[in-house]
Protein backbone atom coordinates (compact mmCIF):
# COMPACT_ATOMS: atom_id res chain seq x y z
CA UNK A 1 0.00 0.00 0.00
CA UNK A 2 0.82 3.73 -0.68
CA UNK A 3 -0.53 6.76 0.55
CA UNK A 4 0.92 9.82 -1.40
CA UNK A 5 -0.19 13.30 0.16
CA UNK A 6 -0.14 16.29 -2.40
CA UNK A 7 0.00 20.12 -1.66
CA UNK A 8 -1.37 23.33 -3.32
CA UNK A 9 1.31 25.26 -0.59
CA UNK A 10 -0.58 28.66 -2.35
CA UNK A 11 -4.08 26.95 -0.42
CA UNK A 12 -2.72 25.36 2.07
CA UNK A 13 -4.82 22.19 0.67
CA UNK A 14 -3.86 18.54 1.10
CA UNK A 15 -5.54 15.92 -1.11
CA UNK A 16 -4.61 11.63 -1.23
CA UNK A 17 -4.03 9.43 -3.59
CA UNK A 18 -4.32 5.35 -1.92
CA UNK A 19 -2.65 3.00 -3.64
CA UNK A 20 -3.54 -0.80 -3.72
CA UNK A 21 0.08 -2.25 -4.93
CA UNK A 22 -1.38 -5.78 -5.53
CA UNK A 23 -4.52 -4.37 -6.93
CA UNK A 24 -3.14 -2.02 -9.28
CA UNK A 25 -6.05 0.33 -8.15
CA UNK A 26 -6.27 3.99 -7.24
CA UNK A 27 -8.60 5.77 -4.58
CA UNK A 28 -8.47 9.63 -4.21
CA UNK A 29 -9.30 12.05 -1.13
CA UNK A 30 -10.57 15.50 -1.94
CA UNK A 31 -8.59 16.30 -5.65
CA UNK A 32 -7.96 19.58 -6.13
CA UNK A 33 -8.43 21.44 -9.19
CA UNK A 34 -5.93 20.41 -12.13
CA UNK A 35 -6.12 16.47 -12.30
CA UNK A 36 -3.24 15.92 -14.11
CA UNK A 37 -1.12 14.88 -10.95
CA UNK A 38 -3.41 12.54 -9.88
CA UNK A 39 -3.40 10.72 -13.47
CA UNK A 40 0.11 11.03 -13.47
CA UNK A 41 0.24 9.37 -9.99
CA UNK A 42 -1.86 6.38 -11.66
CA UNK A 43 0.07 6.29 -15.03
CA UNK A 44 3.58 6.18 -13.02
CA UNK A 45 1.91 2.78 -11.33
CA UNK A 46 0.47 1.20 -13.76
CA UNK A 47 -2.59 1.38 -11.68
CA UNK A 48 -6.43 2.71 -12.52
CA UNK A 49 -8.21 5.48 -10.51
CA UNK A 50 -11.36 3.43 -8.97
CA UNK A 51 -12.67 5.93 -6.81
CA UNK A 52 -12.76 9.56 -5.28
CA UNK A 53 -13.83 10.81 -2.59
CA UNK A 54 -15.20 13.99 -1.25
CA UNK A 55 -15.46 15.12 2.61
CA UNK A 56 -17.37 17.63 1.58
CA UNK A 57 -18.32 20.47 -0.40
CA UNK A 58 -15.24 22.17 -0.07
CA UNK A 59 -15.16 26.17 0.38
CA UNK A 60 -11.74 27.23 -0.36
CA UNK A 61 -11.01 25.09 -3.24
CA UNK A 62 -12.68 23.79 -6.57
CA UNK A 63 -12.51 19.72 -6.64
CA UNK A 64 -12.01 17.95 -10.08
CA UNK A 65 -14.03 14.86 -8.64
CA UNK A 66 -16.67 15.21 -11.28
CA UNK A 67 -13.79 15.92 -14.32
CA UNK A 68 -11.56 12.44 -12.94
CA UNK A 69 -14.99 11.01 -13.00
CA UNK A 70 -15.67 11.33 -16.85
CA UNK A 71 -11.79 11.01 -17.84
CA UNK A 72 -11.92 7.88 -15.82
CA UNK A 73 -15.28 6.27 -14.84
CA UNK A 74 -13.94 6.25 -11.16
CA UNK A 75 -17.16 5.89 -8.71
CA UNK A 76 -17.31 9.23 -6.64
CA UNK A 77 -18.14 9.22 -3.09
CA UNK A 78 -19.99 11.31 -0.78
CA UNK A 79 -22.47 11.77 2.15
CA UNK A 80 -25.70 11.69 1.31
CA UNK A 81 -26.70 15.29 3.09
CA UNK A 82 -24.17 17.01 0.73
CA UNK A 83 -27.10 16.20 -2.06
CA UNK A 84 -24.67 16.11 -4.92
CA UNK A 85 -25.72 17.05 -8.03
CA UNK A 86 -23.39 14.83 -10.10
CA UNK A 87 -23.12 10.95 -10.08
CA UNK A 88 -22.24 9.64 -7.03
CA UNK A 89 -22.61 6.59 -4.81
CA UNK A 90 -23.77 7.86 -0.58
CA UNK A 91 -20.79 7.03 1.44
CA UNK A 92 -22.22 7.55 5.14
CA UNK A 93 -21.38 6.28 8.71
CA UNK A 94 -20.60 2.24 8.33
CA UNK A 95 -20.33 1.92 4.36
CA UNK A 96 -16.85 1.38 3.26
CA UNK A 97 -15.06 0.48 0.37
CA UNK A 98 -12.56 -2.73 -0.24
CA UNK A 99 -9.43 -2.92 -2.89
CA UNK A 100 -6.39 -5.31 -2.01
CA UNK A 101 -6.19 -5.64 1.38
CA UNK A 102 -7.52 -1.88 2.01
CA UNK A 103 -10.84 -0.76 3.94
CA UNK A 104 -11.92 2.85 3.50
CA UNK A 105 -14.81 3.28 5.89
CA UNK A 106 -16.97 6.28 6.47
CA UNK A 107 -17.63 8.37 9.46
CA UNK A 108 -19.93 11.38 9.65
CA UNK A 109 -18.72 14.09 11.40
CA UNK A 110 -20.74 17.31 11.28
CA UNK A 111 -19.01 20.26 12.53
CA UNK A 112 -17.45 22.15 10.07
CA UNK A 113 -19.98 21.58 7.85
CA UNK A 114 -23.25 19.32 7.94
CA UNK A 115 -22.40 17.39 5.66
CA UNK A 116 -18.65 16.45 6.76
CA UNK A 117 -17.34 12.93 6.66
CA UNK A 118 -13.75 11.32 7.79
CA UNK A 119 -12.15 8.05 6.30
CA UNK A 120 -10.75 5.38 8.44
CA UNK A 121 -8.15 3.57 6.37
CA UNK A 122 -7.56 -0.50 7.45
CA UNK A 123 -5.69 -2.60 6.23
CA UNK A 124 -5.26 -6.50 7.08
CA UNK A 125 -8.38 -5.17 10.06
CA UNK A 126 -5.82 -2.66 11.48
CA UNK A 127 -6.28 1.06 11.54
CA UNK A 128 -3.57 2.74 10.04
CA UNK A 129 -4.70 5.97 9.05
CA UNK A 130 -7.36 8.49 9.03
CA UNK A 131 -8.10 11.43 6.64
CA UNK A 132 -10.11 13.93 8.44
CA UNK A 133 -10.96 16.56 5.91
CA UNK A 134 -11.64 19.86 7.37
CA UNK A 135 -13.09 18.20 10.61
CA UNK A 136 -9.59 17.68 12.36
CA UNK A 137 -6.02 19.82 11.59
CA UNK A 138 -3.01 18.94 13.31
CA UNK A 139 -3.12 21.37 16.08
CA UNK A 140 -6.53 22.67 15.97
CA UNK A 141 -10.37 21.74 14.23
CA UNK A 142 -12.46 23.15 11.86
CA UNK A 143 -14.22 26.47 11.77
CA UNK A 144 -17.69 25.72 11.78
CA UNK A 145 -18.82 29.38 10.28
CA UNK A 146 -19.19 28.94 6.96
CA UNK A 147 -21.72 27.48 5.92
CA UNK A 148 -24.19 29.34 8.14
CA UNK A 149 -27.53 30.66 6.80
CA UNK A 150 -30.29 32.62 7.86
CA UNK A 151 -33.05 30.92 9.67
CA UNK A 152 -31.39 27.34 9.12
CA UNK A 153 -30.77 25.99 12.72
CA UNK A 154 -28.75 22.61 11.09
CA UNK A 155 -25.85 25.47 9.55
CA UNK A 156 -25.87 28.03 12.42
CA UNK A 157 -22.28 28.56 13.58
CA UNK A 158 -23.56 27.60 17.39
CA UNK A 159 -25.49 24.30 16.35
CA UNK A 160 -22.28 23.20 14.15
CA UNK A 161 -19.92 24.16 17.03
CA UNK A 162 -21.82 21.40 19.08
CA UNK A 163 -21.76 18.95 16.49
CA UNK A 164 -18.02 19.84 16.32
CA UNK A 165 -17.41 19.36 19.78
CA UNK A 166 -19.37 15.76 20.01
CA UNK A 167 -18.00 13.96 16.39
CA UNK A 168 -14.47 14.36 17.94
CA UNK A 169 -14.84 13.35 21.21
CA UNK A 170 -17.24 10.49 19.53
CA UNK A 171 -15.94 9.71 16.44
CA UNK A 172 -12.75 10.67 16.57
CA UNK A 173 -10.53 10.22 19.77
CA UNK A 174 -11.96 6.70 19.92
CA UNK A 175 -9.68 5.92 17.23
CA UNK A 176 -6.42 4.36 18.08
CA UNK A 177 -3.39 6.46 18.94
CA UNK A 178 -1.02 5.23 16.43
CA UNK A 179 -3.47 6.14 13.66
CA UNK A 180 -2.08 8.08 11.15
CA UNK A 181 -3.92 11.25 11.07
CA UNK A 182 -4.21 12.93 7.37
CA UNK A 183 -6.08 16.24 7.07
CA UNK A 184 -7.20 18.31 4.31
CA UNK A 185 -5.12 21.71 5.58
CA UNK A 186 -2.60 22.98 6.98
CA UNK A 187 -1.06 25.89 8.24
CA UNK A 188 -1.98 29.10 6.24
CA UNK A 189 -5.64 28.08 5.53
CA UNK A 190 -8.71 29.73 6.45
CA UNK A 191 -10.91 27.05 7.12
CA UNK A 192 -8.71 26.94 10.39
CA UNK A 193 -7.16 29.62 12.79
CA UNK A 194 -3.97 27.99 14.52
CA UNK A 195 -2.73 25.06 12.31
CA UNK A 196 0.35 23.40 13.06
CA UNK A 197 3.34 23.31 9.80
CA UNK A 198 3.29 19.52 10.13
CA UNK A 199 1.59 17.71 7.29
CA UNK A 200 0.72 14.88 8.95
CA UNK A 201 0.38 13.56 13.15
CA UNK A 202 -0.90 10.48 15.06
CA UNK A 203 -4.58 10.96 17.21
CA UNK A 204 -2.33 9.69 20.15
CA UNK A 205 -0.08 13.13 19.11
CA UNK A 206 -3.42 15.09 18.64
CA UNK A 207 -4.79 13.31 22.33
CA UNK A 208 -2.25 15.38 24.31
CA UNK A 209 -2.10 18.40 22.35
CA UNK A 210 -4.63 19.47 20.17
CA UNK A 211 -6.77 22.15 21.95
CA UNK A 212 -9.83 21.09 20.70
CA UNK A 213 -9.45 17.68 21.80
CA UNK A 214 -9.05 18.63 25.41
CA UNK A 215 -11.72 18.16 28.26
CA UNK A 216 -13.89 20.78 28.79
CA UNK A 217 -17.30 21.87 28.47
CA UNK A 218 -19.44 22.05 25.08
CA UNK A 219 -20.14 25.38 25.96
CA UNK A 220 -16.72 26.27 26.87
CA UNK A 221 -15.30 24.43 24.10
CA UNK A 222 -18.00 26.48 21.73
CA UNK A 223 -17.06 29.69 22.97
CA UNK A 224 -13.63 29.32 21.89
CA UNK A 225 -13.75 27.71 18.65
CA UNK A 226 -16.26 30.38 17.57
CA UNK A 227 -13.95 33.48 19.01
CA UNK A 228 -11.30 34.92 16.95
CA UNK A 229 -11.85 33.20 13.43
CA UNK A 230 -10.39 34.78 10.68
CA UNK A 231 -12.72 36.46 8.11
CA UNK A 232 -14.87 34.46 5.16
CA UNK A 233 -13.68 35.32 1.79
CA UNK A 234 -16.51 35.96 -0.83
CA UNK A 235 -16.00 33.44 -2.69
CA UNK A 236 -16.60 30.50 -0.18
CA UNK A 237 -19.78 30.04 -0.61
CA UNK A 238 -19.71 29.91 -4.37
CA UNK A 239 -17.48 27.22 -4.34
CA UNK A 240 -19.60 24.94 -2.15
CA UNK A 241 -22.12 25.16 -4.68
CA UNK A 242 -19.90 24.54 -7.51
CA UNK A 243 -18.42 21.60 -5.76
CA UNK A 244 -21.83 20.50 -5.01
CA UNK A 245 -22.53 20.35 -8.76
CA UNK A 246 -19.17 19.13 -10.03
CA UNK A 247 -16.69 21.76 -11.92
CA UNK A 248 -16.18 22.02 -15.58
CA UNK A 249 -13.23 21.03 -17.55
CA UNK A 250 -9.94 22.51 -16.00
CA UNK A 251 -7.91 22.13 -19.70
CA UNK A 252 -11.21 23.07 -21.62
CA UNK A 253 -12.55 26.53 -19.78
CA UNK A 254 -8.31 27.79 -19.51
CA UNK A 255 -8.28 26.92 -23.29
CA UNK A 256 -11.48 29.54 -23.61
CA UNK A 257 -9.51 32.41 -22.35
CA UNK A 258 -8.60 34.76 -24.89
CA UNK A 259 -4.45 36.17 -24.10
CA UNK A 260 -3.33 39.37 -25.82
CA UNK A 261 -0.28 40.91 -24.96
CA UNK A 262 -0.28 45.40 -25.03
CA UNK A 263 2.14 47.65 -26.26
CA UNK A 264 0.33 50.67 -27.41
CA UNK A 265 -2.43 52.61 -25.91
CA UNK A 266 -4.90 52.05 -28.73
CA UNK A 267 -4.95 48.32 -27.73
CA UNK A 268 -6.45 49.38 -24.51
CA UNK A 269 -9.25 50.75 -25.67
CA UNK A 270 -11.47 47.92 -25.63
CA UNK A 271 -11.80 47.64 -22.00
CA UNK A 272 -14.78 48.33 -19.99
CA UNK A 273 -14.06 50.84 -17.48
CA UNK A 274 -16.41 49.09 -14.89
CA UNK A 275 -14.67 45.88 -14.75
CA UNK A 276 -11.90 46.17 -12.19
CA UNK A 277 -7.86 44.35 -13.62
CA UNK A 278 -6.08 42.22 -10.87
CA UNK A 279 -2.48 43.21 -12.13
CA UNK A 280 -0.29 40.43 -11.10
CA UNK A 281 3.03 42.34 -11.53
CA UNK A 282 5.87 43.30 -8.96
CA UNK A 283 4.40 46.37 -7.17
CA UNK A 284 7.41 48.56 -7.78
CA UNK A 285 6.65 47.72 -12.31
CA UNK A 286 2.60 48.30 -10.94
CA UNK A 287 3.65 51.72 -9.64
CA UNK A 288 5.80 52.83 -12.60
CA UNK A 289 2.92 52.21 -14.94
CA UNK A 290 -0.73 50.36 -14.79
CA UNK A 291 -4.18 50.44 -16.67
CA UNK A 292 -7.15 52.41 -14.62
CA UNK A 293 -9.03 50.74 -11.87
CA UNK A 294 -6.37 48.51 -10.85
CA UNK A 295 -5.53 46.40 -7.91
CA UNK A 296 -2.13 44.92 -7.36
CA UNK A 297 -2.68 41.53 -6.72
CA UNK A 298 0.82 40.16 -6.58
CA UNK A 299 1.96 36.59 -7.64
CA UNK A 300 2.13 35.16 -3.82
CA UNK A 301 1.14 32.87 -1.25
CA UNK A 302 -2.38 34.21 -0.92
CA UNK A 303 -3.11 35.50 -4.13
CA UNK A 304 -6.30 32.92 -4.62
CA UNK A 305 -7.51 34.10 -1.29
CA UNK A 306 -7.38 37.87 -1.83
CA UNK A 307 -8.96 37.73 -5.36
CA UNK A 308 -11.64 35.63 -4.04
CA UNK A 309 -12.24 38.14 -1.48
CA UNK A 310 -12.15 41.54 -3.46
CA UNK A 311 -13.73 40.03 -6.09
CA UNK A 312 -17.46 38.31 -5.73
CA UNK A 313 -18.30 35.45 -7.82
CA UNK A 314 -20.40 37.22 -10.23
CA UNK A 315 -18.08 40.32 -10.69
CA UNK A 316 -16.05 39.84 -14.36
CA UNK A 317 -12.04 41.31 -14.09
CA UNK A 318 -9.22 41.47 -16.68
CA UNK A 319 -5.82 39.49 -15.63
CA UNK A 320 -3.29 41.05 -16.13
CA UNK A 321 1.06 39.38 -15.49
CA UNK A 322 4.53 40.58 -16.91
CA UNK A 323 4.82 37.82 -19.46
CA UNK A 324 2.75 34.89 -20.95
CA UNK A 325 4.42 32.17 -19.01
CA UNK A 326 3.55 34.14 -15.56
CA UNK A 327 0.28 34.94 -17.15
CA UNK A 328 -1.11 31.27 -17.83
CA UNK A 329 0.38 30.26 -14.02
CA UNK A 330 -1.65 32.83 -12.78
CA UNK A 331 -4.82 31.68 -14.65
CA UNK A 332 -4.23 28.23 -13.28
CA UNK A 333 -4.29 29.94 -10.02
CA UNK A 334 -7.00 31.66 -10.73
CA UNK A 335 -9.22 28.01 -11.69
CA UNK A 336 -8.24 26.56 -8.05
CA UNK A 337 -10.98 28.65 -6.63
CA UNK A 338 -13.64 28.63 -9.58
CA UNK A 339 -12.74 32.44 -10.99
CA UNK A 340 -11.39 31.46 -14.49
CA UNK A 341 -15.06 31.87 -16.02
CA UNK A 342 -14.87 35.69 -14.96
CA UNK A 343 -11.67 36.59 -16.83
CA UNK A 344 -12.94 38.50 -19.66
CA UNK A 345 -8.94 38.52 -21.02
CA UNK A 346 -6.05 37.90 -20.12
CA UNK A 347 -3.17 40.45 -20.79
CA UNK A 348 0.08 40.78 -21.17
CA UNK A 349 1.75 44.12 -20.40
CA UNK A 350 4.91 45.97 -19.53
CA UNK A 351 3.46 49.31 -18.58
CA UNK A 352 0.29 51.42 -18.45
CA UNK A 353 -0.09 55.63 -18.16
CA UNK A 354 -0.87 55.82 -14.95
CA UNK A 355 1.72 55.93 -12.53
CA UNK A 356 1.62 56.06 -8.60
CA UNK A 357 3.28 58.35 -6.24
CA UNK A 358 6.32 56.39 -3.82
CA UNK A 359 6.43 57.23 0.03
CA UNK A 360 8.97 59.02 1.35
CA UNK A 361 9.95 57.30 4.46
CA UNK A 362 12.04 59.81 5.80
CA UNK A 363 9.75 62.65 5.65
CA UNK A 364 6.85 60.13 6.87
CA UNK A 365 8.68 59.28 9.80
CA UNK A 366 9.58 62.67 10.28
CA UNK A 367 5.76 64.42 10.17
CA UNK A 368 3.22 61.26 11.23
CA UNK A 369 0.96 63.61 11.94
CA UNK A 370 0.83 65.27 8.03
CA UNK A 371 -0.66 61.97 7.23
CA UNK A 372 -4.26 59.49 7.78
CA UNK A 373 -2.81 56.34 8.63
CA UNK A 374 -4.72 52.90 7.43
CA UNK A 375 -4.24 49.56 9.06
CA UNK A 376 -5.30 47.18 6.22
CA UNK A 377 -4.42 44.02 9.16
CA UNK A 378 -7.13 41.51 10.15
CA UNK A 379 -8.48 42.69 13.71
CA UNK A 380 -6.57 39.88 15.42
CA UNK A 381 -3.59 41.29 14.42
CA UNK A 382 -4.27 44.71 15.50
CA UNK A 383 -5.40 43.82 18.60
CA UNK A 384 -1.82 41.80 19.38
CA UNK A 385 -0.16 44.66 18.52
CA UNK A 386 -0.31 48.33 16.59
CA UNK A 387 2.19 49.37 14.24
CA UNK A 388 1.04 53.17 14.93
CA UNK A 389 -0.53 54.90 17.87
CA UNK A 390 -3.22 57.26 15.46
CA UNK A 391 -4.65 55.06 12.74
CA UNK A 392 -7.79 53.95 11.33
CA UNK A 393 -8.51 50.36 11.23
CA UNK A 394 -9.77 48.55 8.04
CA UNK A 395 -8.95 45.03 7.27
CA UNK A 396 -8.40 44.68 4.14
CA UNK A 397 -11.17 42.10 3.41
CA UNK A 398 -13.32 44.87 4.30
CA UNK A 399 -12.00 47.86 2.74
CA UNK A 400 -13.93 48.12 -1.14
CA UNK A 401 -17.03 48.53 1.24
CA UNK A 402 -15.48 51.22 3.82
CA UNK A 403 -13.28 53.48 1.90
CA UNK A 404 -15.96 56.29 2.30
CA UNK A 405 -14.61 55.98 6.27
CA UNK A 406 -10.77 57.34 4.99
CA UNK A 407 -10.98 61.39 5.54
CA UNK A 408 -9.73 62.75 2.11
CA UNK A 409 -7.60 65.88 4.13
CA UNK A 410 -4.47 64.32 4.18
CA UNK A 411 -2.17 61.85 1.94
CA UNK A 412 -2.96 58.66 3.14
CA UNK A 413 -0.63 55.95 4.27
CA UNK A 414 -1.51 52.41 3.96
CA UNK A 415 0.28 49.58 5.88
CA UNK A 416 -0.49 45.87 6.79
CA UNK A 417 2.31 43.67 8.38
CA UNK A 418 4.92 43.11 5.52
CA UNK A 419 3.67 44.63 2.42
CA UNK A 420 1.65 42.45 0.25
CA UNK A 421 -1.81 43.28 1.50
CA UNK A 422 -0.59 47.48 1.51
CA UNK A 423 -0.02 46.85 -2.39
CA UNK A 424 -3.59 45.60 -2.93
CA UNK A 425 -5.15 47.81 -0.54
CA UNK A 426 -3.55 51.17 -1.45
CA UNK A 427 -4.72 50.39 -5.79
CA UNK A 428 -7.62 49.73 -4.27
CA UNK A 429 -8.23 52.86 -2.90
CA UNK A 430 -6.92 55.15 -5.18
CA UNK A 431 -9.11 53.70 -7.76
CA UNK A 432 -12.14 53.74 -5.46
CA UNK A 433 -11.54 57.70 -4.68
CA UNK A 434 -9.47 58.69 -7.35
CA UNK A 435 -6.12 60.77 -7.73
CA UNK A 436 -7.82 63.83 -5.88
CA UNK A 437 -6.00 62.29 -2.32
CA UNK A 438 -2.44 60.83 -2.42
CA UNK A 439 -2.27 57.69 -1.83
CA UNK A 440 0.81 56.28 -0.51
CA UNK A 441 2.00 52.34 -0.39
CA UNK A 442 4.56 51.77 3.13
CA UNK A 443 5.46 48.46 1.50
CA UNK A 444 8.15 46.57 3.25
CA UNK A 445 8.93 49.52 5.24
CA UNK A 446 6.10 48.86 7.66
CA UNK A 447 9.37 46.75 8.78
CA UNK A 448 11.01 49.90 10.02
CA UNK A 449 8.40 50.96 12.84
CA UNK A 450 7.71 47.32 14.48
Known amino acids: MQIKQ ?21 VLIDPSRNPQQYLDFADDNQAQIIGIIETHPHADFVSSHLELHNITGATIYTSKLVNALYPHQSFDEGKYIEFGKIKLTAINTPGHSPDSICILLEQDKKQKAVFTGDTLFIGDCGRPDLREEKEDIKTSRIELAKQMYHSLRHKLLVLQDDTILYPAHGAGTLCGKSLSDASSSTIGEERKTNWSLQAQSED ?12 VPAYFLYDVELNRKGAPSFKETIAAIKINTFSEDNDMRHLKKEHWIIDTRDEQDFKNGHLPTSINLMEGAKF ?44 VLK ?69 YRSAAASSLLQSLIGHTVKVLDLGKAVNEFN
Not at 220 to 231: C, I, T
Not at 361 to 388: M, S
Open 6 to 26: FEDKNLAQYSYAILSDCEKQV
Open 220 to 231: GFVQELLSGQPF
Open 304 to 347: ETWLGTLIQPTELFYLVASDERVLKRMIERTAAIGYEVNILEAI
Open 351 to 419: TGAIKEALIDVGKFKAHLENYTILDVRDREEVKEKKIFSQTISIPLSELKERSNEIPKDKPVVVHCAGG
